[in-house]
């Protein structure tokens, strides 16, 4: 059967037709954007957000923004010269100066104001044809892209568009007469979903041939309905992509971290709704306020294990001797804040260490299965 398989294939002699032991979507990914936790990347079993199509859902103040903007710092960080960082922005609420606390160059990101979804869906398909034109022109070589939807839930569709203006200029010509203002046009149950999908199938066309993360964010609430009935109704304003997303995540508020009564921290629980590497382990990433994500208590006790830092006593962690160390939350947290210059450092050793142990750890299952 092996061999009448690889006939079969040599029959086509088309790099579209391959058996499926020859592909290594892991391998083959061209582009990976940190997500900022080296223990976020491990426990999905990747080595950041991969490119396809990336929901992040969550409540407000969850860290939605926080880790897409993160990724897209990353990216920047590791695509100098080849990438082109995109927010595609519904809200106008996108801030220079939250931005710029991430660690993030304002001046490489290019915001672009949407409306409504279908002329998102051009805009976005003239800058990838404008981008290739530019790159060839300059002999820049292949563009890599990473777009931030910020957010789902707040674009309209035009026909959704169209119908609040109609219903705005009825009220105001009904108000000036004293008419009945309850009879108002409803627009039809999917006018958002139909072009938002035709979109999503686009992006995925376009991904077979360019370098492209999709991020979205995802505005997520819950409401409680009926008399005395405590029935919750989640919204998530994504059912309609969710087979089409390499990755789903929600994110939820778990604690705060308080300094002399002040919160200055949270940690975030990021749950996995569809991960298309395999893993549904929940992580907690930790975020201070003003910096943006930081090392996490499961960061720091790999660092330890692995030799990365060193514990002192029952308090004191010290990292490369006395270049770097701290006794208390406290004092970590000063660390970040005062932009101390090792910190990156370590950052990028831990994360260093969780990708030698990730790519060994599916080293292992291969050679386990080649076993069999």
Excluded: C
């Excluded at 079969?8 to 020859?22: A, H, M, Q, T, Y």
């Excluded at 801030?95 to 660690?103: D, F, H, N, P, R």
């Excluded at 979109?199 to 066309?205: I, N, P, Q």
């Amino acid at each position: 059967m092996a061999n009448i398989t690889d006939d079969i294939i040599k029959r086509f002699n088309n790099e579209d037709v391959i058996k499926l032991s020859d592909k290594d979507g892991f391998k083959e990914m061209k582009s990976w954007a940190h997500t900022g936790s080296s223990e976020l990347d491990y426990n999905l079993r990747i080595m950041g957000f991969p490119t396809g199509i990336i929901e992040i859902a969550g409540p407000s103040r969850s860290g939605k923004t926080t880790l897409g903007l993160t990724g897209m710092k990353h990216f920047l960080k590791e695509n100098p010269e080849l990438g082109v960082a995109v927010i595609l922005s519904s809200e106008n609420r996108d801030s220079k100066e939250y931005a710029v606390q991430l660690g993030i160059n304002p001046s490489k990101i290019i915001v672009m104001k949407i409306r409504y979804v279908e002329k998102m869906f051009m805009m976005v398909k003239k800058l990838l044809d404008d981008v290739d034109a530019l790159f060839k022109e300059y002999k820049m070589g292949e563009p890599k892209f990473y777009f931030l939807w910020d957010s789902l839930g707040a674009t309209l569709s035009k026909s959704e568009l169209d119908t609040m203006e109609e219903n705005t200029d009825t009220l105001s010509k009904k108000f000036i007469k004293g008419d009945d203002i309850t009879e108002m046009k409803h627009e039809k149950i999917g006018a958002f979903a139909k072009p938002a999908k035709m979109f999503a199938k686009f992006l995925m066309g376009e991904m077979y041939t360019r370098t492209i993360h999709f991020v979205m964010l995802n505005h997520q609430y819950d409401t409680i309905a009926g008399f005395g009935q405590h029935s919750k109704k989640k919204s998530t304003g994504g059912e309609w992509v969710e087979l089409l997303s390499t990755l789903r995540l929600s994110t939820t508020i778990g604690k705060h971290e308080k300094i002399d009564d002040t919160e200055v921290a949270q940690v975030t629980y990021v749950k996995v709704v569809k991960n298309d590497f395999g893993s549904r382990q929940e992580t907690a990433i930790r975020i201070l306020l003003g910096y943006g994500i930081i090392l996490s208590e499961e960061d720091i006790e790999f660092a330890l294990d692995n030799g990365i830092l060193k514990k002192e006593g029952a308090k004191k962690i010290t990292y490369l001797g006395d270049k770097m160390k701290w006794t208390s939350v406290r004092e970590l947290f000063a660390l970040y804040d005062t932009n101390n210059k090792m910190i990156p450092v370590l950052h990028a050793q831990i994360r260093k260490a969780r990708n030698k142990e990730l790519l060994a750890l599916k080293a292992k299952i291969e050679e386990d299965f080649e076993k069999k």
